[in-house]
């Protein structure tokens, strides 16, 4: 596609469930980051693909949180036993080369209630 | 200290004039700095880049890089309401790394 398409723009959930928030890239783009923005903050850099593998997960909270990316394009990001301060907007961004420009989607507002 | 600082603001500048924009990074070996605009609910927009020391200007816009100072800034010309929105300093940390840190942004306010 033309841009980075992300899956649902919306999610509300109870606390406890299980969600998966999905990222679809750049065709050809072989980076893919996943972050998350917080009201009134700057995106916060949650894990990186490079190809298939997480070349850098530091930045996930805590091992409810975890991301894939089998086949090298498409992601998914998976939120076990979602608790309240969960809730925030989850951003996708790709980028072409190696420390090049990220173009990000429109996100996924998620809300645990 | 945090990896990318910015003045929060708000930054109220009137229309026509020239709008300053400053980041500070604290990792040396940086090596990409990126500016991004964000609009109220949306995701952010790339809007410059800059990869070497000096300025980088393009339309409007010129990004202005420091590596010895770990500085970079973002100024627009001629203002317009429109540039209202909360600007974005990203900085790739390290050398190699492809894990880009974002500042907390500056809003910034064009009236007209």
């Known amino acids: 596609g033309a841009g980075v398409s992300q899956t649902p723009s919306n999610k509300v959930t109870e606390k406890g469930k299980y969600v998966e928030l999905r990222c679809d890239p750049i065709?050809?783009?072989?980076?893919l980051y996943w972050y998350r923005q917080s009201l009134g903050q700057g995106p916060e850099f949650l894990i990186y693909?490079?190809?298939?593998?997480?070349?850098?997960d530091s930045g996930l909270p805590n091992d409810r949180f975890f991301a894939v990316r089998p086949e090298g394009s498409v992601s998914t990001l998976k939120i076990q036993r979602t608790e309240r301060g969960d809730s925030a907007v989850y951003l996708c961004a790709s980028s072409q080369t190696h420390g090049g420009e990220a173009f990000f989607g429109q996100g996924t507002r998620l809300t645990v209630v | 200290q945090k990896e990318v600082e910015q003045n929060s603001g708000p930054l109220s500048v009137p229309e026509g004039a020239i709008a300053s924009l400053n980041c500070t990074y604290s990792?040396?070996?940086?090596?990409?700095f990126f500016w991004y605009r964000q609009y109220s609910g949306k995701s952010p927009e790339l809007i410059m880049f800059?990869?070497?020391?000096g300025d980088k200007e393009d339309g409007r816009f010129t990004a202005q890089l420091n590596k010895a100072s770990q500085y970079v800034s973002l100024l627009i010309r001629d203002s317009q309401p429109s540039d209202s929105a909360t600007y974005l300093c990203a900085v790739n940390l390290r050398t190699g790394a492809n894990n880009l840190f974002f500042g907390t942004g500056t809003r910034l306010t064009v009236i007209p």
């Open positions: 800059i990869y070497s020391n």
């Open positions: 065709s050809g783009h072989t980076a």
């Open positions: 693909f490079q190809g298939t593998g997480a070349a850098d």
């Open positions: 990792d040396r070996g940086s090596q990409s």
